[in-house]
């Protein structure tokens, strides 16, 4: 039988919560309207009461908006969804509904920047502290926690070094200490990677990235149970209001139907790259999980989800790949310049390759000794993957690349 319970991402991403109104149109709506109207006043007291259902403002539902949550929380395999304004207010969203002053985060040290911002320079106003740790050391999870810790934070894969972090096993720690779990799977999206299925409590999203795919609209997305996503996370959205436009939810609707071939396909070019990059004589080193010598190169064959719908497609390592040139802060900036085709940008998960230097740009505001100890140094460069032909992504590479190894020694 054709059971939606059963259907695979690529479909859940193109059918799941489609949204049809009374006019029968075959892609939906947007429902650009900031309130919605009654048949007379009983049914709006009824409708604002909550004994009849129904939209009231666009603040706290609108039919775009919920679509889009909806075909979401199906993909990552979750009761609820909330969808926010953009992937830091989703954050922040899940923060202020599930934390009280007192209480205490445990949080991997290569967050992206601004979520590392926030748990430092807003949270610690508020009384809410943060303790970081390396991903990838499951007893220095341990040995951080507090009596008050009420929060375990991760990203994985990490940006921009990709390094992974073990959900199942954080997952353990976390309900032992009777805290929640909590993964930003902005890097590999629910096609590559559930981890509500490995054991998270809920899972962030900024769908900025890859949801929208060609980086256009701002939008995030926090997906669990119901009560702590669709009663507090969602009531926390209804008072303090950093929702999501129906427009940019339809933007992502339409994101996330492509979602699936996206995906493996950023994957498929970012795994070529790699390769290509590491016979570079200009460059020092390459960091991809799909790499034999990456650290976690086993974990993300266990954790990660595949290429292709067979049980034996090759494995997908994200489409996240950066690299140190040899040489410093200058030597990076000079291989970034050359280059003619990328989008010298910051932002990922487009169709266009982005490059971008992370520490005088994402991580540029975060302290100097703590971006040392999440390892990005000044000669690293970041690549989020598009879907060029993988062949040029290289020659566009190989225009700065070949001319570092051509001036050595650099005097
Ligand atoms: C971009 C990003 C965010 C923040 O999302 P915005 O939509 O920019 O607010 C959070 N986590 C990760 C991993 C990101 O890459």
Redesign the pocket.
């Known amino acids: 039988m054709n059971d939606p319970e059963n259907w695979g991402f690529a479909t859940l991403g193109i059918r799941a919560a489609e949204l049809r109104s009374g006019e029968r149109e075959h892609s939906p709506a947007i429902h650009l309207t900031s309130s919605f109207v009654f048949e007379n006043a009983a049914q709006a007291a009824a409708v604002f009461a909550g004994t009849e259902p129904g939209n009231v403002y666009s603040r706290f539902t609108n039919p775009t908006v919920r679509a889009f949550e909806q075909r979401l929380a199906a993909m990552e395999g979750g009761d609820s969804c909330v969808a926010t304004a ?6 922040l969203a899940t923060f202020m509904s599930l934390l009280r002053a007192g209480d205490h985060i445990v949080a991997s040290q290569t ?2 920047g ?2 590392i911002n926030l748990c430092n320079n807003i949270l610690a106003k508020f009384g809410v502290e943060t303790t970081f740790v390396a991903p990838d050391d499951l007893q220095a999870w341990r040995s951080a926690l507090r009596p008050n810790t009420k929060i375990l934070f991760v ?1 994985t894969p ?2 921009p070094l990709t390094d992974l972090a073990d959900i199942r096993a954080l997952a353990d720690i976390a309900h032992d200490a009777k805290a929640l779990l909590i993964v ?1 799977n ?2 590999l999206t629910p096609v590559l990677q559930q981890p509500l299925k490995l054991g998270a409590d809920i899972v ?1 999203h ?4 890859y949801l929208d795919g060609q980086g256009r609209c ?3 997305a926090v997906v669990g149970d119901a009560e702590r996503i669709g009663r507090d996370v969602f009531g926390f959205m209804r008072t303090a209001g950093p929702s999501m436009s129906p427009f940019n939810a339809w933007v992502f609707l339409k994101g996330l139907e492509t979602l699936s071939l996206r995906m493996r396909a950023h994957c498929a070019s970012a795994h070529r790259l790699a390769l290509w990059l590491r016979e570079q004589p200009a460059i020092a080193h390459v960091y991809y999980p799909g790499l034999p010598d990456h650290p976690q190169h086993a974990l993300a064959q266990r954790q990660h989800g595949r290429l292709g719908d067979d049980a034996d497609a090759p494995v997908a390592y994200g489409g996240i790949v950066s690299f140190e040139v040899k040489g410093g802060r200058e030597a990076a900036w000079r291989v970034i310049d050359a280059t003619k085709m990328l989008s010298i940008t910051a ?3 487009d169709t266009r390759t982005t490059i971008t230097h992370p520490a005088t740009t994402t991580h540029g505001r975060v302290p100097a000794e703590a971006r040392a100890r999440a390892g990005i140094k000044d000669n690293l460069i970041r690549l989020a993957v598009g879907l060029e032909n993988v062949e040029d992504i290289c020659a566009d590479l190989a225009t700065g690349l070949n001319a570092e190894a051509a001036a050595w020694p650099r005097g």
Not at 86 to 91: D, E, V
Not at 206 to 209: E, I, L, R
């Open positions: 953009s992937g830091m207010s989703a954050i967050l992206f601004t979520t990203e990490n940006n930003d902005c890097f962030i900024s769908a900025t990235k701002m939008g995030g932002n990922l998960g």
